[in-house]
């Protein structure tokens, strides 16, 4: 039988006079990311609030699932059986497929979904009785459960056929990429800062990384864990860029002036941070800055230091991580694939030079005050200029 690639997106389908803006961005990153990956035009239908596209004949499903799962705007997809607009004849076309789907020790219970798109003599509850009636009738020992059953047959009547499946994959939801501009996200070779760029890349964000390192006062294992973690998060979005500033003879520097309180350091390296990322903002034309701040985490996350840290900037700061549980950001770093290379072990400028007892709560004053002799505006410029 013919076979198709179904998908369905989510929250563009709201959208109202810029429905098709979204709609034609995602198609395209559909066509794109589908071509890059097997090397070949696509056709893709857009019809009815869904994504039609014929599929060859030894298609691979697993390869098909990966890439689609990297697609920010669908809410699902299936691979579909085109079948017949009579009920009769669909029956047959989903039995004879059925067989190859569920084996000799297969599920127990089933029920027939039906979803419609176009007038029927039946309503969508009656086809689903009448197709699983039928299905039952030819042979299916299976029994009927509404509710959690192990195996679910998915029908679809739309330009006048049945499109029929046995699986729906989940996609990752959100917006288009490359719909609502760009972000600079500042990223560690930590957990959170990868976590927080993917969640502002699938709201539609195209996200330029800065990495701060602190080479050659660390190693170089640092900058590879984030170029690692930058080659998975390119897989969401496309045109990737990625900054290496030098940041190690700022935290030096600051950390061996005597009239800077060891207490302070971290959230001065901060600042200083912000006002690099602010700049490159600016170079690049981007809306604001995102970063994997989470609410109390450490020293430098209490609300004090973080109002004293943001300070410095004048563009928006994004933190979609704020008010996460540490288990939650964790299990998104899994769900992309970040985790693995975020656990390892490596020296980090974030943890270079750090006072042993930090300051919980920054008076922007004092701040002020040990930054008034430093020279910001040269370390700026130097950092910028080594990137």
């Known amino acids: 039988m013919k076979r198709c690639l179904l998908i369905h997106y989510g929250e563009i389908g709201l959208k109202l006079g ?23 035009n696509f056709f893709v239908e857009h019809t009815l609030d869904r994504f039609l596209i014929p599929l060859d004949d030894d298609f691979e499903e697993a390869k098909y699932v990966s890439v689609l799962n990297k697609i920010f705007g669908i809410r699902n997809f299936s691979f579909v059986f085109v079948g017949s607009l009579d009920v009769e004849k669909l029956a047959d076309e989903i039995w004879d497929s059925l067989q190859s789907e569920i084996g000799t020790d297969g599920p127990q219970t089933f029920r027939v979904t039906v979803k419609r798109s176009m007038k029927m003599p039946l309503n969508s509850m009656e086809m689903e009785r009448k197709i699983g009636a039928l299905l039952l009738s030819k042979g299916l020992d299976m029994k009927v459960k509404l509710k959690n059953p192990d195996f679910v047959v998915n029908v679809e009547f739309f330009n006048e056929h049945g499109y029929f499946s046995f699986k729906k994959y989940e996609g990752p939801g959100g917006l288009s990429s490359g719909t609502q501009g760009k972000l600079i996200a500042t990223l560690s070779a930590g957990i959170d800062s990868p976590v927080a760029a993917y969640k502002m890349m699938r709201r539609g964000a195209r996200v330029i990384f800065v990495h701060f390192h602190g080479y050659p006062y660390t190693d170089k294992d640092e900058m590879e864990q984030v170029e690692e973690l930058v080659e998975i998060l390119s897989e969401y979005q496309e045109g990737t860029k990625l900054y290496l500033v030098p940041f190690g003879f700022i935290q030096k520097s600051i950390s ?79 769900r992309i694939g970040t985790f693995e290379i975020s656990k390892l072990p490596c020296k980090e400028s974030c943890t270079m030079f750090m006072p042993k007892s930090p300051e919980l709560r920054a008076n922007i004053k004092e701040l002020e005050g040990c930054e008034k002799n430093l020279p910001l505006e040269e370390w700026i410029k130097k950092a910028l200029e080594e990137a």
Do not use: W
């Open 18 to 40: 810029n429905k098709d803006y979204f709609v034609s961005k995602l198609m395209r990153n559909i066509k794109t990311k589908l071509k890059e990956n097997f090397g070949r």
């Open 256 to 334: 061996t002036n005597t009239d800077v309180p060891a207490r302070v350091r971290t959230i001065l390296y901060r600042r200083m941070m912000l006002r690099i990322a602010e700049k490159i903002c600016f170079k690049q034309r981007a809306k604001g800055i995102v970063t994997g701040d989470n609410f109390g985490q450490v020293a430098s996350q209490t609300p004090e230091n973080i109002f004293a840290i943001h300070a410095v900037t004048t563009v928006p700061l994004f933190q979609p991580l704020i008010g996460c549980d540490k288990e939650e950001i964790i299990e998104i770093a899994k």
